[in-house]
């Protein structure tokens, strides 16, 4: 499985008063089991990416390909690239809409032209992948607070079984508490299911914890592409663009400027944890 955009461009409203570049000659790959995070500054371009991932926005210039096709052949299938990269929006209400929870989660499969049998079980399985509570299957998706209706939303799409799973902004709106449970089960079906997962975000901690890929987007181009440890080690100029690097880093070049020889490429708490407790084993302080 492969995603890959060749010099992708998008402007919004051609030849209007309003138009916009919202993406400038975009090249990337995205493979097989990886967990990316995107990020940047609000206009930076990041929900337009992924709006091309699976079709739903169409570049002005460049070609996007999955799996060897070209998405914008004649007879290449939309609809069927949809069911493989699968989006779930940053406000799961816009995808709820059925009577019940249960029902709702079975729209996807059931459109994708699956026996009823074969959509009650995806239905039952992507319900009990995301934690779903088994005794509000049959309750209105209206009904639910915010982490269920993301749980809720989730299912739906996993429900139709894709190799890629965008997310954007899932945990917006949400209390600490929620956000580290939709995060933590995100980070678990990864590890399960090995599909790949793209996550929008606004945090920093979040992207430092449970990504191994990073892209930042600036101004409607990559202008970082690598791991969090690389990434973040541009925290000087990811503050200019906008953005800042998780605390832990000004931490440990905090501690770094005062001699205290840490690993400043520390991203997460676990890993300033160890660096500065193997310091202090080495010092006997």
């Known amino acids: 499985m492969s995603l890959i955009f060749d010099h992708v461009s998008y402007t919004y409203s051609i030849g209007s008063g309003y138009e916009t570049k919202a993406l400038s000659d975009v090249s990337l790959k995205i493979g097989e089991r990886e967990f990316i995070g995107i990020i940047g500054h609000t206009g930076s371009g990041k929900s337009t990416l992924v709006q091309h991932m699976n079709g739903l926005l169409k570049a002005t210039e460049g070609k996007i390909y999955y799996n060897g096709e070209d998405i914008y052949d004649k007879d290449y299938d939309l609809k069927d690239l949809r069911t493989q990269v699968g989006m779930v929006f940053q406000y799961p209400e816009h995808q709820l809409f059925e009577t019940s929870v249960f029902e ?17 079980l995806r239905a039952y399985e992507a319900l009990t992948k995301v934690k779903f509570p088994e005794d509000r299957f049959d309750q209105s998706p209206f009904d639910l607070s915010g982490g269920q209706k993301r749980r809720a ?29 939709i995060l933590g089960m995100i980070s678990d079906m ?4 090995g599909n790949t997962i793209v996550l929008v975000s606004h945090s920093m901690e979040d992207v430092a914890e449970y990504v191994d890929r990073i892209i930042v987007m600036d101004e409607g181009s990559v ?63």
Do not use: W
Not at 106 to 120: A, I, M, S, Y
């Open 104 to 120: 709702d989660v079975k729209f996807g499969p059931r459109n994708q032209g699956l026996d009823e049998q074969e959509v009650t």
């Open 153 to 181: 939303a989730i299912a739906g799409v996993l429900a139709m079984k894709p190799a890629i799973l965008i997310l954007d902004e899932p945990t917006a709106g949400l209390d600490p508490k929620g956000r580290d449970e």
């Open 190 to 193: 990864h590890n399960t299911v």
């Open 223 to 285: 202008l970082y592409d690598g791991t969090p440890s690389e990434v973040f080690s541009h925290y000087k100029k990811l503050e200019e663009i906008g953005l800042a690097a998780p605390e832990v880093t000004y931490l440990m070049h905090e501690l770094a400027d005062r001699g205290i020889p840490v690993d400043v490429n520390a991203t997460t708490i676990e890993e300033a944890c160890e660096s500065i407790a193997a310091y202090y084993g080495r010092t006997g302080i």
